[in-house]
């Protein structure tokens, strides 16, 4: 146990080290050490060593100097860069730097500008110096550039100025420009915003039919000119004042009004702009080649198409085997004959067939006929149909609970079988078998620990099978993509030695789907049987501590779930990202009213929601994160909802100061003090959870294959029950307990990021404890210890008896948390 303590304390150390030395600056020196090294650098001349570029914050806000410190860098001459390599994470080396030379500098400033200029700032002014600093026989160049970008101009009106008349009635529709990404009076005249604009206005044309227009067809007039200069007097030194005015009124609130306007246009097919790029077109007929091999051309097969299997007025299917029935084609193919075309139901029909599993490759041609219309060709090339995988995984786990101390092993077998096609309609059948034991290495444990076996079975259909669903939350379907329904059942049993025996039989209907960035998923009917058997030596345990027996209240459910989830990048903050989840799970509403079910049936609703944000810069990101959970039993079977429904805190993913299910309920010590030393520190749920993350990322150092990053982050929240408990009334809770109730953790981690997945450690301190006596929970850094003794007594033989009780954790975890 020491030993175990003792390796803690070294791991919290080094990694605290390793970041703080990684968060100094690169031009500091570090315990009388530089750096920074050069390599094969030039003798006897300057060569360029560091530049500073330092953005004055007069007329900008400290996010935009940031920004512009950041990014203006990548924009100086390349004979003025030194490259650093960053090594070992902590050092740099700079090789082969150029040649010291002034004329890079004056390049630097023409490139800067042009990057200020597109960005909306026409008003810059630079300030540029340079020194030799003599380091052994080196001759270090250092060059400081003092920027002062001026104030952003600012796009005061926006207008649309289109030749074509449906072009310009479209633009003109309230909906369309109430969608812009320019708000006059706000935005700044930057190039890569009106770059957008024009993108997004493309798009818009390209939903109402307009297949063949590009970017190429739509260009942004800008007109800066100052109407203060349409008064000039005759006076010639009444003119030079006004001009000059007029400048000095420019340069204070620069402004530019920016009209949309279309090319010109030939009819000549040699010009990179023709008229049949403005030309409306009406979708025609629609064909499938779904039993394409990858051998074949699609041109080839436009000549010489496959047998008919099916042709109406509006489709044809060609295949020679009839692998696939027509309807899955159908239902997820949204052009519609004779209307507009429409880009997004076009790409909509291309995502949706190649996410269905059925088709590897999906392509498409278009061929144009008469004046207006085009017919499409859809090109699926078959995926594998069936496969068989079987894995084996491995893991080991040191530490006790109440059920086992000692050291497990556990080996487990995965077979999974897959058919893609099932019914040749594009259903997808899933099959899973699993068998796990748990192997003590403990010589006064059975070696036999725990033996689990499960077996899945599922379909998944490419379409909402019960138009009901459709019609109760689908308003609008064209906005509806990536349906699918799937229905599944499961069957496990779990025995762990002299303990218990665990049988669940789960199955329920979900229906998914996704209206834009947001997505749905709905499970009804959701039904979860349980069984449990208690065993010899867990009675036991319920002797010593009734408390157990809220951790083993097993029962029925019939529920019905539905959860919203969205995750976008909001247009004008491209450098924002949101996310939102919101759920609701309401069981026995229904079976709760029969009555030989009511003592069998669990009824309850459980809500929760989540929220994250995360704003990200060029080396460094901070995401936010609040989540809230709440989950009412209004039946009779048990006081609170079955534990396999509770929320629960601690862990990698959550208030990482404290080991998984560590933290709660509430204030209670009844956890931390009750029973022997084996079971003293069981699972902990709760019917609520409040929880707040704060982490600020940086990145380390990039290696060819590993990018490491560190972080530091805080966590703040705790698990609760919501009913009153005469036994364990502090686990309740109550808002005047709020501030006495909430845990606060802090702490630091690495992240291994190997592009395929990441390797994450945190180490996290219990700031603020509510398992803690003293000092109302708060850490006493003068007295830090990394063990809480405050639980600490005698047994039956006089010997003191320490809980495992840390006031730190330390997490190992795959992916981010958040």
Known sequence: MGF??????????????????????????????????????????????????????KDVSPADQKTLEESLPEYLDD????????????????????????????????????????????????????????????????????????????????????????????AERERVQKNSLITPGKSPFAKALIGNELDRLVNVYKNRGYLLLSRDNLYAEADTFNTLLLQLPVDPF???????????????NPTASVAI????????????????????????????????RYTQVPDSLLKNPPPVLYHDSAYTLYGTQGLFHFKPLRRNSFLNKNEFYHERLYAKTITNLSAIGAWQNVESRTTFRDSNIVDFHYFLVPAEKENVTISLEASRNTGGDFVSTGTL????????????????SAVQ???????????????????????????????????????????LFIKNNELVNLEKTTISMSARYSERNNFFRLRSLVTNMS?????????????????????????????????????????????????????????????????????????????????GFIKPLQNKVYRYIKVEGEYRKAFNFTRTSFVMRAFAGIGYNYGKVGTTMPFYKQFFAGGPNSMRAWQLRQLGLGSSL?????????????????????????????????????????????????????????????????????????????????????????????????????????????????????????????????????????????????????
């Open 4 to 57: 175990r303590y003792g390796m803690m304390k070294y791991i919290v150390a080094l990694l605290a080290g390793v970041l703080f030395l990684s968060s100094c600056t690169e031009s500091k020196f570090l315990f009388a050490f530089n750096r920074i090294s050069v390599k094969h650098y030039p003798t006897d001349t300057p060569f360029v060593y560091n530049v500073k570029i330092k953005v004055q914050p």
């Open 670 to 818: 009844l956890s931390d003090t009750a029973g022997t030393k084996d079971n003293a520190f069981r699972d902990r749920y709760g019917d609520m959870q409040l929880e707040a993350n704060l982490e600020y990322r940086y990145k380390i150092a990039d290696f060819s294959s590993l990018k490491l990053g560190g972080a530091l982050f805080a966590d703040i929240g705790n698990v609760w029950n919501i009913k009153k408990d005469s036994l364990n009334p502090l686990s309740v809770f109550k808002l005047s307990r709020l501030g006495r109730d909430i845990a606060i953790g802090v702490g630091t981690g690495l992240r291994f990021d190997f592009n395929y997945f990441l390797v994450r450690i945190d180490a996290g301190i219990k700031l603020k404890d509510p398992a803690r006596r003293e000092n109302n929970g708060w850490l006493d850094i003068a007295h830090f210890t990394w063990q809480n003794h405050e639980y600490e007594r005698k047994d039956d033989n006089g010997n003191v008896v320490s809980p495992n009780r840390n006031n730190f954790a330390i997490q190992l975890g795959i992916g981010l948390p958040f």
């Open 429 to 471: 059948a899933t099959t899973s078998f699993v068998n796990g034991v748990e192997l003590s290495l403990d010589k006064n444990n059975p070696f036999l620990q725990t033996f689990q076996s499960s077996l899945s079975h599922a379909y998944t259909f490419p379409n909402i099978l019960i138009p009901a669903v459709k019609h």
């Open 79 to 170: 004979s003025l860069r030194s490259r650093k390599t960053q090594r070992f994470g902590l050092f740099y080396r700079i090789k082969n730097p150029p040649v010291f030379d002034t004329f890079s500098i004056s390049q630097s400033v023409t490139f800067m500008r042009a990057y200020l200029n597109a960005q909306g700032y026409y008003h810059t002014h630079f300030r540029d110096s340079f020194y030799i600093d003599t380091f052994k026989n080196q001759q270090r160049a250092i060059v400081v550039f003092t920027v002062d970008p001026g104030k952003v101009t600012i796009i005061d009106s926006l207008s649309y100025n289109l030749s074509d008349s449906t072009l310009q009635r479209i």
């Open 511 to 591: 229906f998914d789907w996704r209206i834009r960035n947001k997505y749905w998923e709905w499970k009804v009917p959701n039904v979860e049987l349980y069984s449990l058997d208690t065993l010899s030596l867990l009675k036991q345990q319920f002797a010593e501590n009734p408390f157990l027996r809220t951790a083993f209240n097993t029962g029925s459910i019939v529920s019905t779930i539905i959860s919203f989830t969205s995750a976008y990048t909001p247009l004008k903050h491209a450098s924002q990202n949101n996310y939102y989840h919101f759920a609701v799970e309401e069981a026995g509403a229904l079976t």
């Open 238 to 252: 009444e003119q030079a004042q006004t001009i000059q005015e007029a400048e000095a009124k420019k340069a204070q």
């Open 409 to 424: 092993f556990g080996l487990a077998v995965n077979a999974t079988y897959v058919n893609r096609n099932v019914w040749h």
């Open 261 to 292: 306007k279309t090319r010109d246009v030939s009819n000549d097919s040699t010009d990179l702009i023709d008229a049949t790029q403005l030309i409306r077109y009406r979708v025609g007929n629609i064909y499938f080649y779904p039993e394409t």
